[in-house]
T-cell receptor, first 115, second 112 residues
Framework: GAVVSQHPSWVICKSGTSVKIECRSL??????MFWYRQFPKQSLMLMAT?????????EQGVEKDKFLINHASLTLSTLTVTSAHPEDSSFYIC???????????FGPGTRLTVT | QKEVEQNSGPLSVPEGAIASLNCTYS??????FFWYRQYSGKSPELIMF??SNGDKEDGRFTAQLNKASQYVSLLIRDSQPSDSATYLC????????????WGAGTKLIIKP
């Protein structure tokens, strides 16, 4: 149980374009989802927390107009990186938790490269 | 500022021995504690969680929690080369909207 998928697993895009990453909980209802970013050899950095049906809460320093998060259903959250730049290249990982437990389960991550 | 501290390592352990990973946290109100394993280039995988003082065992893994000392550890018995990874300690406090405070991780190397 507790499987989270992400799509795509990797993506290359040109500078100035937008990229959408999907995060799905496959066998449980995810009332809360989290989006992280991880640069090489660094720890996870929380970008935002989203609760189903509500606006996401962004961490300090994360531009909400650049990183659009939608958590429209109990099994799907999306992160859209708008007007991507090379410095946005990173490993983006989502995690999800159900209402009945505290554990976060991670998706496999999406590696974004902006050229 | 709430912090979670881990020794970055690398911690080198011979195959078959016990690996001991440690983590301290600053927020005394923290209530839930998690150990994740992360292989290079992959996302974190939940290994253990512990909410109460004492030990919790799951197979070769034992999590230990001491809230008075604000200390949580992970023991890996009969270490295998496949246990080589970075181990992340994460702590959830009260009134945190379920957000986790992450340690920087300890790199564990199991030598055959």
């Amino acid at each position: 149980g507790a499987v989270v998928s992400q799509h795509p697993s990797w993506v290359i895009c040109k500078s100035g374009t937008s990229v959408k990453i999907e995060c799905r909980s496959l066998d449980f209802q995810a009332t809360t989802m989290f989006w992280y970013r991880q640069f090489p050899k660094q720890s996870l950095m929380l970008m935002a927390t989203s609760n189903e049906g509500s606006k996401a809460t962004y961490e300090q320093g994360v531009e909400k107009d650049k990183f659009l998060i939608n958590h429209a259903s109990l099994t799907l959250s999306t992160l859209t990186v708008t007007s991507a730049h090379p410095e946005d290249s990173s490993f983006y990982i989502c995690s999800a938790k159900s209402d009945s437990s505290y554990e976060q389960y991670f998706g496999p991550g999406t590696r974004l490269t902006v050229t | 500022q709430k912090e979670v501290e881990q020794n970055s390592g690398p911690l080198s352990v011979p195959e078959g021995a016990i690996a001991s990973l440690n983590c301290t946290y600053s927020d005394r109100g923290s209530q839930s504690f998690f150990w994740y394993r992360q292989y290079s280039g992959k996302s974190p995988e939940l290994i253990m969680f512990i909410y109460s003082n004492g030990d919790k065992e799951d197979g070769r893994f034992t999590a230990q929690l001491n809230k008075a000392s604000q200390y949580v550890s992970l023991l890996i018995r009969d270490s295998q080369p496949s246990d080589s990874a970075t181990y992340l300690c994460a702590v959830m406090g009260r009134d945190s909207n379920y957000q986790l405070i992450w340690g920087a991780g300890t790199k564990l190397i199991i030598k055959p």
